[in-house]
């Protein structure tokens, strides 16, 4: 008879926790809202919205955000996630650089910390450092108290297995099973969240972008890296390891250029920075584009008007265009969306062209029935992206109280944890 009650206390707590997500995700994701706005689009009662939101206004979760006016009867209050109640912190790990930005509970900016990365495969206890120093940073310069900070996410290259260490897979980094999770960790108690990099610019701009509406798509990130994020039923697919979405290694040219990842004949060596940089030196007699890193050399070889430059960037479009086209006869999305600094400086130019090319190499009705559009989040949408996984804790928990958590100690600390490299 215990263990029945005990059962059923458990299953009344899960369904209210549930019930609560349902609300939380809606207010957050479409706000500001009203009750009766909630309890149409939810199927909740007009009593247990009530409730449910009253427990979430006295916790200080949520917030009146004014009022709107109702058909006949009295104007309805609005309602909306307390930008205040907590901050989220989001990190890039590149291959050129550590971004790191912290965000209030409305996706504002508040504080941003750079760092950047020389080697070509580097040290993760390196990364690591940058990473905490990045979280330091950030939570100093926006004045707020470490206790607020809900989450700490960072996106990476490479494949996440979603074990309790994060253990990552990035063959072109050279990280052959880097506990990054774990070396984290060591260094804060803030607790921590990692994944690939093109699926947390998948959930940002599936949640705040380009992706918004639809149920289907395939968000391309294309950087030094390439990669992508599979959207299926409104969900990202992982596959059977989460290493899925892995793009910029599928094979464009049979036995073509040698690629980061050692293989050969992969789109990243085609549509990568760094490879379409490369591609430029050979074509231009060993001479580089001109610019101190890789993104202002980018934007130069996009603006110089030679005739080298101009058969580079064609060929560029030309092998993405084929590279998207392959995207919407695999998945039949609604919609590609191309970011990625990188994918949005060729977008910018050359989408129509990139459109065309697609349209070519693509079957006529897949192709008819998907739009291409470019990443709205702009550059820094996969820092963004990064913040919003320990927010996506938060609505799947339906709110429950922070755990509080009070230091952020000393980078070093993260050097004990031993890592693999190959």
Sequence with gaps: MAADVDAKRTTVRDMRRANRSVLLTRIWLDGPLSRH????????????????????????????????????????????????????????????????????????????????????????????????????????????????????????????????????????????????????????????????????????????????????????????????????????????????????????????????????????????????????????RGRPATGGDEETAFGELLRATSRTAAKVLDETVGYLGAGVANLVNLFNPDRVVLGGWAGLALGERYLPQIREVTARHALRQPYAQTSIELCRLGPDAVAMGAATLPMARLLRHGGVPREPVARVVPAQAARRPRTRTR
């Design 37 to 284: 706005e909630l309890g149409q689009s939810t199927a909740l009662s007009l009593a247990s919205v009530s409730n449910l939101v009253g427990e979430m206004i006295a916790e200080g979760l949520v917030e009146e955000a004014g009022l709107v006016e109702s058909d006949g009867g009295r104007p309805r209050v609005l309602l909306r996630v307390a930008p205040g109640y907590g901050y989220l912190v989001g990190a890039d790990v590149g291959e050129t650089r550590v971004q790191v930005e912290l965000f209030d509970l409305a996706m504002t900016a508040l504080a941003k910390a750079e760092y950047p990365i020389a080697a070509a495969e580097p040290d993760p206890r390196q990364v690591t450092d940058h990473l905490l120093h990045g979280l330091t940073a950030v939570i100093e310069q926006a004045g707020i108290d470490p206790a607020a900070v809900l989450g700490f996410g960072v996106a990476v290259s490479g494949t996440v297995e979603r074990a309790a260490d994060a253990v990552v897979h990035a063959q072109t980094l050279g990280w052959d099973g880097v506990p990054l999770g774990a070396m984290l960790r060591a260094g804060t108690d803030i607790p921590v969240h990692i994944d690939n990099g093109a699926k947390t610019l998948g959930q940002a701009e599936m949640w705040f972008g380009a992706g918004r509406g639809v149920q289907h798509a395939v968000v391309a990130l294309v950087g030094s890296g390439v990669g992508a994020c599979v959207v299926a039923d409104g969900v990202g697919y992982r596959g059977a390891h989460s290493s899925a979405g892995e793009w910029g290694h599928t094979t464009i040219v049979y036995g073509g250029r040698r690629c980061r990842c050692g293989n050969l004949g992969c789109l990243e060596a085609y549509v990568g920075a760094e490879g379409v940089l490369d591609r430029f030196r050979q074509a231009n």
